[in-house]
């Protein structure tokens, strides 16, 4: 049986992998065909995505088909995210979690007590306004699921709530890196804080912040992104709880909940890739034969990332439906839009106002 489902991924994973190369054809077409520059003024995440999003509502995907990309979306990601771990050293992780954390409980804070605010004023229910909550501050999607069964949830409100994550994330992912670099004037630290703390998904900011480094030339910003979402995913583990016992007082019965079900335990891999990374610095030293084996495999481990990473920004791509998202209705994306919109600002007022006291 398990052999038979792991069939069935195949044809998924390999369409995802092929907008992968097609995308990176393309870019190189118009970076080096169209431009005659070493380097397209698009990058090959945004293509892949907008490429997605283009032929998954053109034609609709089969249901084999789904689960591959499914399979793309949640386990090839994570995989990518991992292997993202290896550009970094074990200082450079602490170094940047530490600057990161101060930021990650502002931005939440305040997109909490927005939402307070604005349901006054647009009214949604109460159950939609703690998930398009949870999902903008902490950890999108995976967030929203983990809390619905807690506060009793409709199926539909889900949606909702995920179909805000979508939009808004995807439209920062694609914006924010251009946004970042106009406005932070190459300072890779701010602009990586930035997009941690700013885009919701933890696949929407490894995407963004490797289109940073694709369009910028800027590792440094993809390192500073993708562990301050890794922090910031690990704030699951405080409010999840947190949200089902707010939204559950007064009641007898509260839902039981499992912290070891909702910690992302890709972070544990990433943290493990830093350490290889850091062990493997120590042995193979340039005077080492070894050292030159040792370039290689991180190589191939960046190229890997790169890869799984613009395959699940292809799957995401095919797998939005854009007719769904007209058809849901406006109060639920207004709440969603300026939640968006505020942890972004949030953002940048943060690191303006405290940084300085960080570095």
């Not at 090839?76 to 074990?90: A, D, N, Q, V």
Request: glycine share 6%; with cysteine; charged share 10%.
């Amino acid at each position: 049986m398990e052999f038979q489902n792991s069939i069935k991924i195949i044809p998924g994973v390999i369409l995802a992998l092929v907008f992968c190369l097609f995308s990176q054809g393309i870019n190189n077409l118009i970076g080096i065909e169209l431009f005659g520059t070493p380097k397209s003024p698009i990058s090959t995440v945004m293509i892949a995505i907008l490429l997605g999003i283009i032929m998954g509502n053109a034609f609709t995907p089969r249901p084999g088909m789904m689960l591959g990309l499914d399979f793309t979306q949640k386990y090839i990601l994570k995989l990518g995210i991992i292997f993202l771990g290896i550009r970094l050293s074990f200082d450079e992780f602490l170094k940047f979690g530490t600057i990161a954390i101060p930021l990650i409980i502002v931005c939440i804070l305040s997109v909490l007590i927005l939402i307070k605010l604005l349901i006054k004023k647009v009214p949604i229910s109460s159950k939609m306004s703690y998930l398009i909550a949870i999902g903008t501050s902490v950890c999108g999607a995976t967030a929203i699921v983990a809390t619905a069964p807690l506060i009793n949830a409709k199926k539909t409100e889900v949606a909702y709530a995920i179909a805000n994550i979508t939009l808004f994330g995807v439209i920062a992912m694609l914006v924010y890196p251009y946004f970042a670099q106009w406005y932070f004037y190459d300072d890779s630290l701010k602009a990586g804080l930035f997009l941690g703390t700013a885009i919701h998904e933890t696949s929407q900011v490894a995407a963004a912040g490797l289109i940073y480094d694709q369009q910028f030339n800027s590792p440094e910003t993809l390192n500073v992104a993708t562990v301050t979402k890794l922090i910031r995913n690990t704030f699951l583990v405080i409010m999840i709880p947190l949200f089902a016992v707010l939204y559950n007082r007064g009641e007898k019965k509260e839902k039981n909940y499992s912290i070891l079900n909702i910690f992302p335990y890709f972070v544990i891999g990433f943290i493990g890739m830093i350490i290889v990374r850091n062990i493997g610095d120590q042995l193979f030293t340039v005077e080492n034969n070894n050292f030159h084996i040792w370039k290689n495999f991180i190589s191939y481990i960046k190229t890997m990332a790169t890869v799984f990473l613009t395959m699940s920004m292809a799957a995401v791509g095919i797998s939005i439906n854009l007719n769904e998202l007209k058809s849901m209705g406006y109060k639920p994306f207004v709440v969603g839009f300026i939640a968006a919109i505020t942890v972004g600002i949030v953002s940048i007022i943060s690191m303006e106002t405290f940084l300085k006291y960080f570095i």
